[in-house]
Structure formats: structure tokens, C-alpha cells
């Protein structure tokens, strides 16, 4: 096949051993066949694949990424530009290591709520208005309070990502306390056989740890 002035973009999310293959190959792809690369990793899970309103952060070529922007848009409901090849699989794990510590702290403050003899529907709703407030929240609180573990994004995804944070974290010798808290939740879940289920199973965690349930009429 000839390659020559051709580019691609890949969506995929890469380890950090990847990352490193993909930097190292676009420059050699560039220099041999003139061919750019971008990387261009998304969030949002399913639904909003299948309603076309994913979050897309992309690095690569700035001229590249304008030309192909339309397409991403067509995917896409935000498209970042956020630096060179390989940055944007750097900004797909920060999210993932923000969306598990978000999602956590939702499921640890419900089942506070809930044990301390309090509605925890009540407590969401005067809180998700606030500071605490977020798209995190408005879209996993509902589920757990409903006990709606149907995957959009599934634990056993999730753990994949965290591994590789805390591989890239390990690598520049940074740590990382509560994404690697987030990992050993994760893990009690997929060792209770719930991989397979959505992020917002991690309730299930501290509902578990405190014999309480945040679903609404238990």
C-alpha cells in the first residue's frame, strides 16, 4: 500500500509503552512517507458515541487537526486540540483518573448521606446545583440511586485506563494516592464478579462496607 501523504488518526486509548511507539512512528512515518499522525482518544462512553456528543482531545499536527476538525466534529460535541502527538492520550487518562475520583467521592458522600439517616435523592438535589455540582454526578447519582448498573462504561474499562495512569504516573515518578485508591475499588468490584458492570457500581463499594443502600425505597 502506498502510504505516501496520506494521514490517519486513531481513536484508540494507548498504554504508556504505546504512547511512546506512536510518538517514535509518527516522526519516522513523517520523515519517510510524509504522512502525519493524530491521536485523538475519546470520553463519554456509549451513549454519547451513539448520539455522536463524545468529548474528543486530540494531539498531533495543529494544521492536521484543523483540516480533519469537521470530521471529529461529526463525532464529536467537544474537539480539543491539546499539543503534540501522544498529548491526547495524556489528556484521556487525566479523565479517566478524574471521572473514577469523581464518581467515587459521589458514592462515598451518598452513602454518608443515607447512613447518617438522611434521603440521599434529597441530598443530591441540594447539592448538585453547588460547588459539587458536575456532569459526573448528574449522570452516575440518578443511576445509583436507582440501582442501574446497565455498562456504559464498564469497571473492567476502567480499570485498563487506571493502569495505565499509574504506569505513566510510576514512569515520571509522580504519585498518584487517589487514583491508585480508585484501582483497589475497582478491583473488590471485579473480584465480587461485577467488572461487567457500569462505573457507578463502585456504590456497591461502600454499600458493601457500610450494610446500608442508597437505592431509593430500601
Not at 511512546?20 to 502525519?36: P, S
Not at 440511586?145 to 480499570?159: A, M, T, V
Not at 485498563?160 to 487514583?179: G, R
Amino acid at each position: 500500500m502506498n502510504l505516501k501523504g496520506r494521514n490517519f488518526l486513531t481513536l484508540k486509548d494507548f498504554t504508556p509503552e504505546e504512547i511512546t511507539y506512536m510518538i517514535d512512528l509518527a516522526a519516522e512515518l513523517k520523515a519517510r512517507t510524509g504522512m502525519e499522525m493524530l491521536d485523538c482518544p475519546v470520553s463519554g462512553g456509549e451513549p454519547k458515541a451513539i448520539d455522536g456528543t463524545l468529548s474528543i482531545m486530540c494531539g498531533g499536527n495543529k494544521e492536521i487537526f484543523d483540516k480533519y476538525l469537521d470530521l471529529l466534529k461529526a463525532m464529536g460535541s467537544s474537539v480539543v486540540y491539546v499539543g503534540e502527538i501522544g498529548s491526547g492520550n495524556v489528556a484521556k487518562l487525566a479523565n479517566q483518573m478524574v471521572v473514577a475520583s469523581n464518581i467515587g467521592i459521589c458514592a462515598e458522600a451518598m452513602t454518608f448521606a443515607k447512613k447518617m439517616g438522611t434521603d440521599p435523592e434529597l441530598v443530591y438535589q441540594a447539592i448538585r446545583g453547588g460547588l459539587a455540582g458536575s456532569t459526573v454526578m448528574d449522570a452516575k447519582v440518578p443511576m445509583m440511586l436507582e440501582g442501574n448498573y446497565k455498562p456504559g462504561f464498564r469497571i473492567d474499562l476502567h480499570i485498563k485506563d487506571l493502569n495505565n495512569a499509574l504506569n505513566a504516573s510510576h514512569a515520571i515518578n509522580m504519585p498518584v494516592p487517589m487514583t491508585a485508591h480508585m484501582m483497589e475499588v475497582m478491583q473488590e468490584l471485579k473480584n465480587h464478579d461485577e467488572g461487567s458492570c457500569d462505573h457507578d457500581d463502585i456504590i456497591r463499594y461502600y454499600e458493601r462496607m457500610t450494610g446500608v443502600s442508597v437505592v431509593k425505597g430500601k
